[in-house]
Structures are given as C-alpha cells and as structure tokens.
C-alpha cells in the first residue's frame, strides 16, 4: 500500500516531465496505457465492452476516459473534469528578435498569470512543433528542452527606482527572455530548434512552446510536509482524477468518466476545452452502443454527477484579511468543497451533501471554501458543465498557495486524499 509522501512524489514526478500540457496528455496516457485501458480514436468506429477501459485524446492537449460497468438509466454517470492548462506565456509567431547583440524570445501572456517571479529564473521550453514529413504532410512532435535555455533578467533597482513599489511590466517590450549572444543579426532560434529536432529548418510549419521552470519540483519544510512545484493549478487535479479512475477500476459498478481539458485559463471556448463536445461525444456514443431510446439518455443525465476539480485558495497567514476567516482553509487539510451563491462555483446544496457523506462513508477529511462577501473570486469550468448538460455539478479542489505563480506550493497529503476521493466517486 502506497504511503501519502509516495502519492506526493508521483504527482511531484508527474508535473516535473508535464510542463505543458502536451506533455501532461502524454503522461496520463502513459498512466493509462499502463493500466491496460484500450486507445481510442474519435473518427473510427468504437467497439466498446462493459468492464474495460477506453480513452482517447483531441489536439495532443485533451484527454479523455471512459468505462461501463452498470447501466447509467439506473446510475446515471459518474463524471470527472479538470483541465491541464496554466498561466503563463507562449513564443509568439515570429518568435525571437536580436537587440544589443542579444537575441530574444518574444512572448505574449497567456491567462492570469503572476510575472514577477518568472524573472531572473533559468527556463526551460516545451510543447508542440508541426514538420514536414517525408510524405510532404504535416506531422505533430511534442519537444521538450528540458535544460536552462532562457532567461528574464530583471532590470537593477538603480535602473528601474520604483521597481518594488511599482512592479509593472510591459510584456511587448520588456519581458523578452535572452536564448542567445547574436551579433550577426541573424536569428538562430528556429535553426536551433531544428536542430534539436533533427528535422530542417525549413520543414518548420508552425508550433505552439511555452517557456517554463526549469527546475524540478521538490518537498519543502522541516518535515518536507509542502511541495513547490509549477503547474499545480491545475493539472495536479487531472493527475490524480485520472489516479482515482484508474484505482477504482476493479470495483467499478456505474458509468465513469474523467476527461482533462485545455485552455480553461482563457475562457474554455476550443475544440478542446471544457466548452467542446467531448462529454456529450462519450454519452451519445455510450449510449448509442446500449441501444438507449433518447429518453433513457435523459433519465442517465437525471442521475449523473459531476465532479470539478481546480485548485482552490488556502488561507494565506500573511493575508488573512483577504480570505473568509469563518471558514479558513489548510494545506494537508484534505479536498475543499467551494461554494458561492453566485455560480461561479455550480455546488449546489444537493451536491454538498453528496460530497460530504462520500467523504465521511471514507473517512477522507474535507474543508469548506466560501470568497469573502466583498471580494470576487474565481471560476471552474463546472457551472458551464452544470448548464450545459443539466447535471449536478460539484466544484472541488485541493488547497494551495501562490496560485497562478511561476511556482505553487501544496500540502504533501492533500494528492493522496483527492485520489482517494476521486476513487469512491468513481467506484459509485
């Protein structure tokens, strides 16, 4: 039996090779692969059996798992949802200039990130490259330059006087980060990631990279009781959903599905994020297979539950003021369940009680997050989920601090209870 640390240490490892989320489709296919569920692709003709385990993926940056063990018109279905996408920036088309005899990247921001940190930090690069093959045809490779290449040096406080009371940055034209000493004015970067590649420059077609930490992440603490790591909001929950269906597959008895999206830092509205068809995809064709009437579909989606997981805000002792002190949250405290009366969060107080009696029946500790009366908080793709397919939607995650930083810090206990968790929603 896994300790809680070992959970901790495969998330930590697991985050460490996906640091986009190209490479996070990669991983949790691998962790599917290993656990024997069969590949699917969207445009062939599915043949599914009751008791196995089917996933597929869209665009190399969504995945999605499926299985049938009951019969969802008397379970409904029991759906996971996350997203593997994080704050940060992208290479922009054309995607380096030469200044100074300095050749940099330029950047454009993607989602709302926090800059600050990501200066005067070794980066790495990673995510997908299309080439030309032999055939003449476009063909995807996932890259990771998994080394410091690139680097923001900050400007010296004599420079810039009012850096630490301003703190301002203009991403066009500061935030450049330096790959190369280039004198010749010549940019190389494209000939280097060729290179990299072993393709030639001009077989290039197009490429979607993001620049990220290049250091792994690591336990902190006297007790090692935290971990520091990037990109915890929010694959961490897409990790240990797809943990928790993978667990409880020997026990399963309804109808499971988990599926992690792309692009929820910037609205969800792709082929590929939680706005995309994916889930009503994988009803019809479940239920097309069972030879189900349209009114026993909607008899199943009466039943469904859906959990939303995406990391949530733990009470920061150095900003108390900020948060609801009635209900502080606590790293290790276990799964929190978040509430607003305003949607942004879809639980209802049906959902609350579900989640609370799954956590009690086993014996996973839980916590309660409520946005301060005068503060606007975040969103989930659960609301949109909950309207658009009329199901009861629980929005969940695990507690965290310095949410949407270059790094995160999480409690070393807190992956083992959301997969356990994520196991007993799925194991019905």
Not at 8 to 20: E, H
Not at 112 to 137: M, Q, S, T
Not at 254 to 264: N, Q, R
């Amino acid at each position: 039996m896994k300790s809680k640390k070992q959970y901790a240490k495969d998330l930590l490892k697991f985050l460490s090779n996906a640091p986009t989320a190209f490479q996070a489709t990669d991983e949790l296919s691998a962790m599917l692969d290993a656990a024997g569920a069969v590949k699917l692709d969207e445009g062939d003709v599915w043949q599914i059996e009751k008791g196995k385990s089917y996933y597929f993926t869209k665009e190399g940056t969504q995945c999605a798992a499926f299985r049938i063990c009951g019969d969802p018109r008397e379970t409904g279905f029991r759906i996971g949802a996350a997203h593997q996408d994080s704050p940060g920036f992208r290479i922009k088309t054309v995607p380096s200039k030469i200044d100074c005899g300095i050749e940099r990247l330029t950047l454009e921001s993607y989602g709302g990130l926090i800059i600050h940190g990501w200066l005067d930090r070794p980066l790495a690069l990673a995510g997908r490259v299309f080439v030309k093959d032999e055939n003449g045809e476009a063909k995807p490779v996932n890259v990771n330059i998994k080394k410091p290449l690139l680097i923001l040096p900050s400007a010296a406080i004599h420079v810039v006087r009012d850096v630490n009371e301003n703190g301002k940055f203009n991403v066009q034209t500061e935030l450049l980060p330096f790959f190369a000493q280039n004198k010749d004015g010549k940019p190389k970067f494209l000939s280097y990631l060729a290179k990299y590649m072993g393709v030639a420059e001009k077989d290039i077609l197009s490429f979607e990279l993001a620049p990220y930490e290049a250091l792994d992440g690591c336990f902190v603490g006297a007790n090692e009781e935290f971990i520091s790591v990037a990109r915890l909001d929010d694959a961490a929950m897409s990790h240990d959903m797809m943990a928790g269906f993978i667990e409880s597959e020997e026990s399963c008895a309804g109808c499971d599905i988990a599926v992690a999206f792309d692009h929820e830092e910037i609205g969800s509205n792709s082929n590929r994020g939680a706005k995309s068809n994916t889930i009503m995809q994988i009803i019809d064709r479940i239920c097309e297979k069972l030879g189900y009437t349209a009114e026993d579909k909607y008899r199943a989606l009466a039943k469904t539950v859906v959990f939303s997981a995406d990391m949530a805000h733990a009470t920061h002792p150095s900003y108390q003021a900020k948060h609801e002190m009635a209900l502080p949250v606590y790293l290790n405290g276990g799964p929190v369940l978040k509430l607003a009366n305003t949607q942004s969060y879809a639980t209802s107080p049906r959902g609350t009680a579900f989640f609370k009696l799954l956590c009690e029946k086993n014996e996973i500790p839980y916590q309660i997050f409520n946005n301060r009366s005068d503060a606007r908080g975040g969103g989930t793709i659960g609301p949109g989920i909950s309207a658009d397919y009329g199901v009861m939607t629980v929005d969940i995650g695990n507690p965290m601090l310095s949410m949407h930083a270059v790094r995160e810090l999480g409690g070393t206990d807190d992956s083992y209870y959301m997969t356990k968790l994520y196991a007993a929603f799925f194991k019905n």
